[in-house]
């Protein structure tokens, strides 16, 4: 019986100790595990050390743990400084709108990428020192084995560079703004201004002259196209109404060409002006004009043509003379007639 519990036992505690080859099972299984928990610890390592990204570890009441050497270079600060403040009390990042992301990460265990701030740690009231900066920062939750949040690491970027960038670049932007601002109302005052020299110049290039009681000059220089030729007919008209004009010179002397279309533009003148009991007289012909008429039938009919200005003036006033002795000379035998109304005896024969 003795013999038998012996054996027993003895089996038991050879199929309950490992042997040597399963140990070296789990020891070969331990080591290929640690192998490839190293990697990320070196990953993190040298993201930690690399001195390019500032990073800072909480605990799940967000009390900081651990800062790297980059986060005090970019705050001026220390781990010591920063043992009494909390992330999740912080009045900056509330007042920035940011504190409901920061929840997020402590409570609900989820990544998130805070907005850029302009974080200043003096205004902290358990701080009071450092530097303020632009930075751009993210959470990173660490869960335990449960799913707890345990730790939450926070990177930061500093963007006070980037920011002085769109800061310049506004600021650029609003120079050339102003800048092209100033020379569109350059370019308006300077298109007013030619714009009033045009009208100036339409109104110097149609002159309508007063010559004499009731007689209109209008001495036309350089090329006459349709704008020109309306412009031509709607101060002349004006004109004609204004001054209860009988006779208008019109002078083409200084016209040097004009074509079919503007010989059409002036006969319309000649036409429009005796509408309104006005006629016309047609100075300065050139024989290069004279031919254009004839070659398009476009003649002056009952339209007085005359070599000069001068000329149409003499003529006009002669034309006034004459007709003024005539109705003087009518008058005279009308008067001579009221006197002697009664026939004169003829001489009797002897």
């Not at 990320?40 to 040298?46: D, L, S």
């Not at 909480?58 to 001026?76: A, I, P």
């Not at 609003?174 to 020299?197: D, M, N, Y």
């Not at 004499?212 to 000059?217: N, P, R, S, V």
């Amino acid at each position: 019986m003795l013999v038998t519990e012996h054996a027993d036992r003895k089996n038991m505690e050879q199929k309950t100790t490992p042997t040597i080859t399963e140990l070296e099972r789990e020891i070969d299984a331990l080591r290929r595990r640690v192998a490839e928990l190293e990697a990320p610890a070196r990953r993190y390592k040298a993201l930690l050390d690399g001195g390019i990204v500032s990073m800072m570890i909480y605990d799940g009441e967000s009390r900081v743990l651990e800062v790297n050497r980059r986060w005090e270079q970019l705050w001026s600060l220390s781990l010591r400084d920063v043992a009494g403040w909390r992330l999740l009390k912080d009045e900056q990042v509330s007042a920035n709108g940011s504190m409901p992301l920061v929840e997020r990460a402590f409570l609900r265990g989820e990544a998130t990428a805070l907005p850029t701030i302009r974080y200043d740690p003096v205004q902290a009231d358990t701080l009071q020192k450092g530097m303020a900066r632009w930075v751009a920062s993210s959470l990173h939750p660490i869960s335990d084995a449960e799913g707890n949040v345990a730790e939450v690491l926070q990177i930061h970027v500093d963007v006070g560079e980037l920011k002085q960038s769109e800061d310049e670049l506004r600021a650029q932007t609003a120079q050339l703004e102003a800048a092209i601002a100033e020379r569109t109302q350059r370019l308006e005052e300077q298109l007013r201004v030619s714009e009033e020299q045009k009208r100036a110049i339409a109104v110097l290039s149609t002159p309508v002259l007063r010559l004499w009681d009731g007689i209109l000059a209008l001495p036309l220089i350089g090329q006459i196209d349709a704008e020109r030729a309306a412009r031509i007919l709607e101060v002349l008209l004006q004109a004609i109404v204004d001054t209860q004009a009988e006779h208008v010179i019109i002078d083409v002397t200084g016209v040097p060409f004009m074509d079919a279309e503007g010989a059409r533009h002036l006969r319309d003148t000649v036409r429009a002006s005796s509408l309104l009991g006005a006629q016309c007289v047609i100075a300065g012909i050139s024989p290069a004009m004279a031919r254009l008429l004839i070659d398009c039938d476009l003649g002056f009919d009952g339209v007085p043509i005359v070599a000069s200005l001068q000329d149409g003036l003499r003529r006009l006033l002669s034309s006034r003379n004459g007709d003024r002795a005539t109705s003087v000379a009518g008058a005279v035998a009308a008067g001579a007639q009221r006197r002697d109304p009664a026939p004169r005896d003829e001489p009797r024969e002897r």
